[in-house]
């Protein structure tokens, strides 16, 4: 053990301290979230559909060929041919019209239902997750009885206790999607209650109230955007379902479930009159849980580097 | 345990009895009057004007009463098994129910049973050899299950294998006490629409639930012991990997047996769903009633069983 | 006593976003039979890694071992595929681990007989019966109380410091030849560590079986081991056997080890820093960037071999070498 061979030396603080730069400013934040979104080549596709979709419904009237419900009965149940690509219906409608318009009011009623429904789901699950525990668990109670009713049968017999129609079809999907909401946002707020920084931040003074406010908005907003995303998907779904029962949106409506409906009459001579119009409704429905899965991607810090 | 038993049956009959409240109600709400509708219909061209005939019937049928009374006495006679008649074929409803509840069943089971065996193998499968072809393909089938709707894939079924490839017939359901060989044909094509939803839902959460599993410590017990590939999947990997989709079991059964509306109309299955459908665009409420009632029933008895089994399948849960 | 385990030039890599890590460089040692080896090092360095690599048990992807042979009992581990049966025949029968967490570590979903029943009988062909009387009775030796009670327990109703005594009674059953101890007792509370560790030893020393402590209590090894290896930055960095290390530490981080030791009414020396990256290394020393005894030389030559000073005592320090 002889120092005078071995010089002592100060030990420089290189190569240790990287790490937390490069997540600080907000232009590197946004970067970081448009890289996650699109890391999946499947969530790239789902996105350009939406795009494709919101432009379909926003340009219908330029591109569609026809006017979606003008009847022309020379062409009733014309093969798809030059003039009339996919073919025309029973009523000698443009399908291909048709099914652009129709987009309209899928994308209607699928934001109606998801702000129906979410912001039902919201409240009651804020005040769920701010009660006291006895009241917490009376709502959770009603919550779990609502989740486990065959959602069908009560969107069946409320769309037609409202008459069909969009706004009847909006209200009974809106009413038995929220309760999802509730479950979602009373968890987050739960969790947000329980979690250290909370007591962390109150034993250095800052006001409880505020701070569990904050975390709670910060903690709840990236999973509600998320939910409400899938929860589109799902809405047109159900919307196509009641239409296509005769319990939804009815005819002349040009909404993609009655088209089925309608079209399904003639599936042996003219098949694309009730396969076209299903094969729109699942575009939009994959396009919409893609982009929720591309979200939940990007907004989860939870899985944020675990799916690679 | 039988504590949670009691207190289980307690609170499904509680949910029972509230979504029969609920739809009580709603049909309450529904346009047109029953009784209207009962003359339009019974051809009693006379009385159609008679007003006091209109409230003896009223009466007759306790609809002049206040609805939780009308309520309270509907749900008194439905204890004894007595659901009323239909007010549009004035036939006895719970007679009409009976075969159509055993064809519901039938079906829906078939579609339970069939998606729980290949949902989780394809998961299995598709989690094992992970990143391949086959998960790919796994992967894409899942995709269209979930997000096709019900009706769309009835259809393409029907127009492929029953007017182009003439395989299996376009509609109708048999028995299959009654006729096997016919009831398999046609039951094929209802099932596996019916199956299609929770099967991909069940394959995506096993892959999931067995890819997070394979990494954990446990596994890597079972390796160090030197058991071979198959006996760790199976013998330690699956039990553990298939109790995330128990929890699913319960809205696989809302699924299925909302689908039996949609399938039971299109293969034209004479089955609850197309009783339901029937009653519903002919505004039948004590059948829509009853119907409802059943299928809560049944939703509510089978999310009992699949509780009771998560508790058998994960020693870690305990009935308390 | 005759050679158990020769390790020769295991390297271990992972590949990651940021590149390819090499967690395990180069490594050499060797085991002889009934002889209590220690591994030591901070947290990260490769002790785990390698000890995992030689059962092949590292995750793949990302981990592979790239290079290296180990031959054990006549045979190399490392010749044949990760899920061979060759290596199945061997894993958990002539070589078998205990992992340090033991809340995590056993199948929540079986009972404790069957998860250690399974071992009898598929290495020892034992029945059923057989396989849970041999079970209960290691589970008497590992003084787990009302054993036959206990084996039709689930993991949960156990304790953690219980669960690794299941553990070690696992590791046991078939009378391996070597055991390897990953962390195994520093997730427990130190009375109960003690215990185990007691216990271990004991065991061990019965059934004249080897075992390797990986562990970075420097207290543990001196305490129960013949010989010691420390790692660092995926490398053995020196070796020897307990006295020659305690009384003469080459290595400067072997010596910053040691003083890192709390004894009473000593100040503690910690080490200075933090491991390396063990992405695109250069050649030089890895303890570099940390050691209070580097010369202006040491940034110019290449990382030293483990090389033999006397004795069973090496070490992988340019300086020290230089000096002897």
């Known amino acids: 053990m002889d120092g005078t061979k071995i010089v002592r030396e100060q030990i420089p603080d290189d190569e240790f301290e990287v790490l937390e730069e490069e997540q600080l400013s907000g232009v590197n934040e946004l970067k970081r979230f448009v890289r996650a979104f699109f890391r999946r080549k499947i969530v790239v596709v789902g996105f350009i559909l939406v795009v494709v979709v919101l432009l379909t419904a926003a340009l219908a009237d330029v591109i569609a060929p026809y006017d979606p419900y003008e009847q022309d009965l020379y062409q009733v149940l014309a093969a798809p041919g030059p003039s009339h690509p996919l073919g025309t219906d029973a009523l000698g409608r443009d399908l291909l019209s048709r099914i652009i318009h129709g987009s309209r009011i899928a994308l209607a009623v699928g934001v109606c239902t998801v702000l129906v429904s979410a912001s039902i789901g919201t409240v009651i699950g804020l005040i769920a997750g701010f009660s006291d525990s006895r009241l917490n668990s009376l709502i959770m109670r009603i919550t779990d009885i609502l989740i486990s009713v065959p959602s069908l049968v009560l969107q069946l017999l409320i769309a037609s206790a409202l008459n069909s129609g969009v706004t009847g079809v909006v209200i009974a999907i809106g009413l038995t999607l929220f309760p999802a909401y509730i479950r979602l946002i009373n968890g987050q707020v739960l969790s947000v209650k329980q979690n250290d920084y909370i007591s962390a931040s109150r034993s250095m003074g800052a006001k409880k109230s505020r701070i569990i406010v904050r975390h709670v908005v910060r903690n709840v907003v990236s999973p509600l955007i998320v939910m409400m995303t899938i929860m589109m998907g799902m809405s047109i779904m159900a919307e196509a379902g009641l239409s296509f029962l005769g319990l939804g949106i009815l005819p002349p409506a040009a909404a993609w479930g009655s088209m089925c409906r309608d079209g399904y009459q003639y599936l042996m001579t003219r098949p694309l009159l009730s396969i076209a119009p299903g094969l729109a409704i699942m575009i939009l429905v994959f396009a919409f849980n893609m982009v929720g899965d591309g979200l939940r991607d990007a907004l989860d810090p939870k899985l944020r580097g675990a799916l690679k | ?320 | 006593m005759g050679r158990l385990l020769t390790v020769n030039g295991l390297s271990t890599e992972f590949r990651t976003e940021r590149g390819v890590v090499r967690a395990v460089n180069n490594v050499s040692y060797n085991i002889d039979e009934g002889e209590i080896v220690g591994l030591v090092g901070e947290s990260g360095c490769g002790k785990s890694v390698s000890q995992l690599s030689l059962m092949q048990l590292i995750p793949n992807p990302p981990g592979r071992v790239v290079a290296g042979s180990a031959e054990f009992e006549g045979v190399d581990l490392l010749k044949y595929t990760r899920r061979s049966r060759e290596l199945c025949a061997i894993r958990g029968n002539r070589i078998s681990m205990i992992f340090q967490e033991p809340m995590t570590s056993l199948n929540p979903a079986m009972t404790i007989a069957r998860q250690m029943s399974e071992v009898l009988t598929l290495h020892l062909n034992l029945d059923k019966k057989e396989a849970r009387e041999r079970s209960t009775d290691m589970l008497a030796q590992v003084g787990i109380p009302d054993p036959g009670k206990r084996a039709d327990d689930y993991p949960h109703q156990l304790s953690g410091g219980m669960r690794q005594r299941v553990m070690v009674a696992m590791a046991m059953l078939c009378s391996p030849k070597l055991i390897i101890a990953d962390e195994a007792t520093t997730a427990l509370d130190a009375t109960i560590q003690a215990q185990l560790l007691e216990l271990m030893y004991d065991l061990v020393g019965r059934y004249h079986t080897a075992l390797v402590m990986v562990t970075h209590n420097l207290g543990i090894v001196a305490r129960y081991a013949d010989r010691v290896n420390v790692m660092y930055a995926g490398r053995i960095i020196e070796t020897g056997t307990v006295k020659e290390i305690w009384a003469d530490p080459l290595h400067p981080y072997t010596e910053g080890l040691l003083s890192c030791v709390p004894k009473l009414g000593e100040k503690l020396e910690p080490i200075k820093g933090m491991p390396p990256s063990l992405i695109n290394r250069p050649a030089t020393c890895p303890f570099l960037p940390r050691c209070r005894f580097r010369t202006a030389a040491c940034f110019k030559e290449p990382a030293a071999e483990l090389t033999y000073v006397g004795g069973q005592h090496a070490t992988a320090c340019n300086r020290r070498l230089e000096e002897r």
């Open chain 2, 1 to 320: 345990m039988v504590n949670y038993i009691i207190r289980r049956l307690f609170y499904a009959v509680l949910i029972v009895i509230c979504v029969s409240m609920l739809v009580f109600g709603l049909i309450r709400a529904l346009p047109g009057d029953p009784i209207e509708i009962l003359v339009s219909r019974t051809e009693l061209a006379d009385a159609q004007a008679d007003p006091e005939y209109f409230e003896e019937l009223r009466h007759e049928l306790g609809l002049d009463k206040p609805i939780p009374i009308q309520f309270v006495n509907w749900f008194a006679k439905v204890v004894q098994g007595d659901f009323g008649k239909s007010i549009i074929k004035g036939d006895d409803i719970m007679q009409s129910m009976g075969e159509r509840m055993v064809i519901t069943i039938t079906l829906g089971l078939t579609a339970f049973v069939v998606s729980n065996i290949i949902g989780p193998l394809l998961g299995i499968i598709s989690a094992i050899r992970r990143g391949k072809l086959i998960d790919n393909i796994v992967t894409f089938i899942a995709n269209i299950g979930i997000t096709a709707p019900t009706f769309w894939v009835a259809i393409l079924l029907v127009y492929l294998f029953g007017y182009v490839l003439h395989w299996l017939p376009l509609y109708g359901y048999t028995l299959p006490w009654k006729d096997f060989g016919l009831s398999l044909r046609q039951g094929i094509m209802p099932v596996f629409v019916m199956a299609l939803g929770p099967i991909a839902s069940t394959a995506r959460q096993t892959r999931s639930s067995m890819l997070e599993v394979l990494g954990e410590d446990y596994i890597r017990t079972a390796w160090a012991k030197g058991l071979n590939e198959r006996q760790v999947i199976f013998r330690h990997a699956l039990k553990n990997s298939l109790m995330p989709v128990v929890t699913l079991q319960g809205q696989m059964i809302r699924q299925i047996f909302g689908g039996s509306f949609i399938v039971e109309t299109i293969f034209v299955i004479p089955g609850m769903g197309k009783l339901m459908i029937d009653a519903m665009l002919s505004h039948d409420y004590p059948t829509i009633q009853a119907v409802t009632l059943i299928l809560t029933v049944v939703v509510v008895i089978a999310n009992l069983i699949v509780d009771l089994l998560y508790g058998w399948i994960d020693p870690r849960i305990q009935y308390e």
